[in-house]
């Protein structure tokens, strides 16, 4: 297993920046650019690429201690392939979920839209749906960063270790969604008219709106890194329970139910108020365990 305490570390930094920066294609190639829904298959399909490469670059010459081997094909091997395989998907079942959750997220949050805002609503809201991914990317980084400390120290059974690895993790993901925040309530007009004519009707409406959707990221940063803990140490049931909490279960009646409650602003603030119940949830959940 990799101690991810050495110099690797700066090195997992260095390609996750490179990959993140890759990503940036998208922007450019659809809006500067002009290519449109071509010039972000392409951008994709650049960055999936390229990240790859630095992957399998990273693997042949800089790792120290993760190596690649030579496939034994024998019958012990393959079903102790099977195993792992099967193990990974267990674990890794939360992840997916959260993935399946920002679909089903969007699909009903444009159907919502729509529905009470006509086409601007949904155009507005589309800029959200843009900024998403940026949002769980920062919080998955911070989840992702701690999730080979903490379960290194579980399976040594370094306890205080792993507590003061969540503690840290859970600090910055608290500093990464103010800051998120911030810059959604400052910065709403400039993010809208990078995707928006700043007179039309959507552009009104989502300039407005984002603010009170950037409300979501530090509820949703600390929700990851909390998930991202449970995976660590093997709780599979809770962190899956907890995926579905904030991408199902909380989302879905949020969207239909709070802007009959309090108006269309109850449309940005649906994903803000399903992350911030499933805060509330973890937390009371992990205080109420350790008593």
Known sequence: MMDYRNEDVPRYFLWEGLWCLTMSLCLIMVF????????ASIATSISCIAGGCMVL????????????????????????TVRNV???????????????????????????????????????????????????????????????????NYGAKN???VGRALRIALGTAVISGLLITLCMWTGSPLLSMVFLPADSDAYAIASKGLPLLGLCALFFAVNITFIGYYQSIEKVVISTVYSMLRGI??????????????GDIGLWLSIPFAEMVTMLTIVAVYFARKL
Do not use: H
């Open 32 to 39: 500067p650019l002009g290519m449109g829904i071509k010039g």
């Open 57 to 80: 670059v990273y693997f042949l010459f800089f790792s120290n201690q993760l190596k690649f081997y030579r496939l034994k094909c024998t019958w012990k091997s393959f079903k102790l």
């Open 86 to 152: 099967g193990y990974m998907a267990r674990i890794g079942f939360a992840t997916f979920l959260q993935e399946l959750a920002m679909g089903i997220m969007m699909i009903t949050g444009n159907y919502m839209f729509l529905s009470r805002l006509g086409e601007d609503g949904v155009a507005a809201f589309s800029v959200g749906c843009y900024l998403f991914p940026i949002i769980f990317s920062i919080s998955n980084a911070v989840a992702q960063s701690s999730q080979p400390i903490i379960s290194f």
């Open 159 to 161: 306890m205080e270790r």
């Open 249 to 262: 279960i909380f989302v879905i009646p949020a969207f239909l139910f709070l802007p009959g409650l309090i």
